[in-house]
Each structure stands twice: as structure tokens, then as C-alpha cells.
T-cell receptor
Framework: EAQVTQNPRYLITVTGKKLTVTCSQN?????MSWYRQDPGLGLRQIYYSMNVEVTDKGDVPEGYKVSRKEKRNFPLILESPSPNQTSLYFCASSLSAGVYGYTFGSGTRLTVV | QQQVKQSPQSLIVQKGGISIINCAYE??????FPWYQQFPGKGPALLIA?????SEKKEGRFTISFNKSAKQFSLHIMDSQPGDSATYFCAASSRETSGSRLTFGEGTQLTVNP
């Protein structure tokens, strides 16, 4: 089944403890992106990647890092999480950004206390 | 700064009625306008999309109307069903950034009563 897989689905962590949210797609998509969803704000782009080793900032990149060493994987790294990063995170992929729709993962609900 | 403004925030419709969600944008370089549907506990899923060279696109009960001069576009759901109850997001992207920057509206929570 073609899908985007995120792990974990739920995570509660403490301020300052580094964490990684993994994202993997099995559709050979070139484009991948991370979004955060907050009530009343919709989805806001954190980082995106047009291809392997090519990443760039979205609208809200502060406090996040990404890497794209393989085509299928695009992990999101929070080096020192803070409470304002409590949110619902989605990874998405597309065969070609702006031409085809995005396939989203099921989301990761992160709580930072 | 929200580049795509969506309204209403929530909408309640009776079964069989028409649901209408509106979006407005500022960036005239936007050239791809998709709508996404999100059910609780799931990621958004592409519903329908339009490009500015047409004023309307219909897929089943779902229609996008596009007004380039007003910089507005809307989603119409005809014969709304309880199964349509979900959160709907409009979005836009620009060829200038190779479509890499998909900007979403704030979302509309639709409830269709039986």
C-alpha cells in the first residue's frame, strides 16, 4: 500500500530533551515536507526537501532540523524541544510538488512539558 | 502572516444541503489551488484541485469555483452527507517556488446533520 509512515503517533517529552520524529514513504516521491497543525492556524510548513540532500526552510523552521540522506526518509529533529512546539505534526510527500497532490502521514501528536 | 484566508471557521449543514467554504489569497503568483479533507485522527487527503486557467472544476458532488480577478476561490459540496463531516483546508502554491511552498488556509470544520 502506498503510504507515508510517521513514528511515533504520540509523544510526551520534557523541555530540552532531544527527539526525532521519523517519516518514510514507499512511493519513490522526490518531494517531502513537514507541517505542524495548530487550532485556528491551519497547517504551517516547517521544512521541505525537493530531493536527496536538498532541504530548505518553510514558514516556521525555528527550533527544528531535518535531513534527507535517502529518498524515502525525511526525519524531523527537535534538538531542544520547548512547550511552544507542542503540536500535531504531519509529514507529506509528492511525486512533484505543485503538480501532484500531497500524500500525508497520519500525524504525530507531540506534547512538550 | 496568513497568505490564504479561509472562512467560515465552522459550518453546520443539514443533510442534502449545500456546503460552501470560501478562500481568499493575496499572492498573484499562486497558480495551483487544492482542497484537502481531513477526518479526525487522520492526515489531510487531496480532495480536488484547480489551476487559474479555468473558472470551475467539478468532481462528483464537489465543485471548486475560481475568481481570478477577485483572488478568491470556493468549495461547494452539493447534497451534503453526514460522511462529509470533516475539516476542510484550502491551499495555494506558486510556480515561482516550483510548488514547494504549499500554503494552507486556517481550516473549516464542517458538520452535516442527519
Amino acid at each position: 500500500e502506498a503510504q507515508v509512515t510517521q513514528n511515533p503517533r504520540y509523544l510526551i517529552t520534557v523541555t530540552g530533551k532531544k527527539l526525532t520524529v521519523t517519516c518514510s514513504q514507499n512511493m519513490n516521491h522526490e518531494y517531502m515536507s513537514w507541517y505542524r497543525q495548530d487550532p485556528g492556524l491551519g497547517l504551517r510548513q516547517i521544512y521541505y526537501s525537493m530531493n536527496v540532500e536538498v532541504t530548505d526552510k518553510g514558514d516556521v523552521p525555528e527550533g527544528y532540523k531535518v535531513s534527507r540522506k535517502e529518498k524515502r526518509n525525511f526525519p524531523l529533529i527537535l534538538e531542544s524541544p520547548s512547550p511552544n512546539q507542542t503540536s500535531l505534526y504531519f509529514c507529506a510527500s509528492s511525486l512533484s510538488a505543485g503538480v501532484y497532490g500531497y500524500t500525508f502521514g497520519s500525524g504525530t501528536r507531540l506534547t512538550v512539558v | 502572516q496568513q497568505q490564504v484566508k479561509q472562512s467560515p471557521q465552522s459550518l453546520i449543514v443539514q443533510k442534502g444541503g449545500i456546503s460552501i467554504i470560501n478562500c481568499a489569497y493575496e499572492n498573484t503568483a499562486f497558480d495551483y489551488f487544492p482542497w484537502y479533507q481531513q477526518f479526525p485522527g487522520k492526515g489531510p487527503a487531496l480532495l480536488i484541485a484547480i489551476r487559474p486557467d479555468v473558472s470551475e472544476k467539478k468532481e462528483g458532488r464537489f465543485t471548486i469555483s475560481f475568481n481570478k480577478s477577485a483572488k478568491q476561490f470556493s468549495l461547494h459540496i452539493m447534497d451534503s452527507q453526514p460522511g462529509d463531516s470533516a475539516t476542510y483546508f484550502c491551499a495555494a502554491s506558486s510556480r515561482e517556488t516550483s510548488g514547494s511552498r504549499l500554503t494552507f488556509g486556517e481550516g473549516t470544520q464542517l458538520t452535516v446533520n442527519p
